[in-house]
């Protein structure tokens, strides 16, 4: 019949669900980021405040449109603040939140592991190509 769970069943259970929890807060982390220009605009605005024409300038070729819905989710999100003077014509700057700046240690880690393993990346997928076109070309 059914024998009762033992620890390490219970152990092996608990690893399990403490793994499923960190890879969901670490996918939910890297969605915030997934849209195309996301990082771009936290990198900009990490150097500081900045006005949207500038933001324009600075993330070339970026549309106007799609730099709107860009600042307006990561708005939603927390990480961006949008503040509209009271001038005429009305100055609208945006910067980094408290939140949206914890981002940058995350951020320049993931681009030092960029900088130290792109080209092992690039290899890896030459290598992998390569057998592919031979297995292809044998199979032909």
Request: hydrophobic share 40%; glycine share 4%.
């Amino acid at each position: 019949g059914m024998t009762a769970p033992t620890v390490a069943d219970h152990a092996r259970i608990r690893r399990v669900s403490e793994r499923n929890r960190s890879a969901r807060l670490i996918r939910e982390s890297i969605s915030l980021l997934s849209s195309k220009w996301a990082v771009d605009v936290l990198l900009a605005l990490g150097d500081g405040t900045r006005r949207y024409h500038e933001l324009l300038e600075d993330l070339s070729p970026i549309s106007e449109k799609v730099l709107t819905q860009t600042l307006r989710s990561m708005e939603r999100d927390g990480l961006v603040v949008r503040r509209v003077h009271a001038e005429v014509p009305p100055r609208v700057e945006y910067a980094l939140s408290a939140l949206g700046a914890t981002m940058a240690p995350p951020l320049k880690a993931l681009g030092s592991w960029s900088v130290t393993h792109g080209t092992r990346v690039s290899e890896a997928r030459d290598r992998f190509d390569a057998r592919l076109a031979a297995r292809t070309s044998r199979a032909a």
